[in-house]
């Protein structure tokens, strides 16, 4: 299936680890040209060599950014639309897990605040500052002028000791509908992927997994590379009609009832 990505623009948060970087290397493959947001410096430009590489990728730049820092993401958006051109499609997939295992009456307040400043606050300055360029994508090219924001399985189940986390992926999950029902008069969509365990840094720091690979878990695993696949494809022209909707990529836990069958 062509996806329609060659030559577009995609600007993507969280860009240098797990994700985001299977996202941007997947984007590269197809053809687009990235704009690269984190606040890892040397990760970022270590992505951006790589990018360099990658057969038949457009043009990547890496732009420095605190996704809670309004001032850092309106300049870097501001950069990167300048320097391209414009912005086709946005994925959101800067966050932090923040306290894993501690019960709810063990939680810091600043920890607290900080999972939502990355995870909510990121997420909602990134629409802000990338919506005008997005609303000028969708109504000069078709299928362009797409959002999609990394949300999480966490958005709908929630395990204990990520009280913060889950209460931050549950508004990442409506923070998308709402965008979607703002923006759609003018072509813009907004969706989510909503992933369950995902083989990257973030995870197996959460899970003390200390060697390079989730893959021996008696748990279902997937790899970055697939959720970038859903990620691609809801970016893309080929997912046109779809708007507001969150994919749940979860192996099928969240369909399965209490029934005892
Ligand atoms: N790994 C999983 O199991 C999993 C599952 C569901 C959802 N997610 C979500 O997917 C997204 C990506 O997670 P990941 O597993 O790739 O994590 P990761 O830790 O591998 O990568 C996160 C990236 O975000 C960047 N980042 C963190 N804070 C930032 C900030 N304030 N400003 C800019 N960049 C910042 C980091 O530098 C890093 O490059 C997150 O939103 C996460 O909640 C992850």
Redesign the pocket.
């Known amino acids: 299936m062509d996806l329609g990505l060659a030559g577009r623009t995609v600007l993507v948060?969280?860009?240098?680890?797990?994700?985001?970087r299977a996202c941007a290397l997947a984007f590269a493959r197809e053809g687009a040209r990235l704009a690269l947001?984190?606040?890892?410096d040397d990760?970022g430009a270590a992505l951006q060599r790589e990018l360099a590489g990658v057969p038949g990728a457009g043009a990547s730049r890496f732009f420095r950014?605190?996704?809670?820092d309004e001032a850092t993401v309106s300049g870097a958006v501001r950069d990167a639309a300048a320097a391209f051109g414009g912005i086709d499609a946005v994925v959101g997939?800067?966050?932090?897990?923040g306290p894993v295992g501690l019960g709810v009456e063990d939680v810091a307040l600043s920890d607290f605040r900080r999972v939502m400043e990355?995870?909510v606050t990121?997420q909602f300055l990134l629409a802000k500052h990338c919506a005008p360029f997005l609303r000028v994508a969708a109504g000069s090219s078709p299928g362009a002028g797409a959002m999609v924001l990394?949300?999480?399985?966490?958005s709908f189940v929630a395990a204990p000791g990520m009280v913060p986390y889950n209460a931050s992926?549950g508004a990442v999950l409506q923070l998308t509908r709402a965008l979607s029902v703002e923006l759609a008069a003018d072509g813009v969509r907004v969706n989510c992927v909503c992933?369950?365990?995902?083989d990257?840094?973030?995870?197996r720091t959460d899970l003390g997994e200390t060697s390079e690979s989730l893959n021996a878990r008696d748990f279902p695993v997937q790899s970055?590379e697939q959720v970038a696949n859903h990620v691609l494809y809801l970016a893309s022209p080929a997912s046109a009609p779809v708007n507001g909707t969150s994919l749940v990529s979860d192996f099928g836990y969240l369909a399965r009832s209490s029934f005892p069958a």
């Open positions: 948060s969280g860009a240098a680890s797990g994700i985001g947001l984190d606040i890892d990760a950014a605190d996704v809670s997939c800067a966050g932090i897990s990355v995870n990121g990394l949300a999480s399985d966490s992926k992933p369950s365990v995902v990257t840094p973030m995870a970055p």
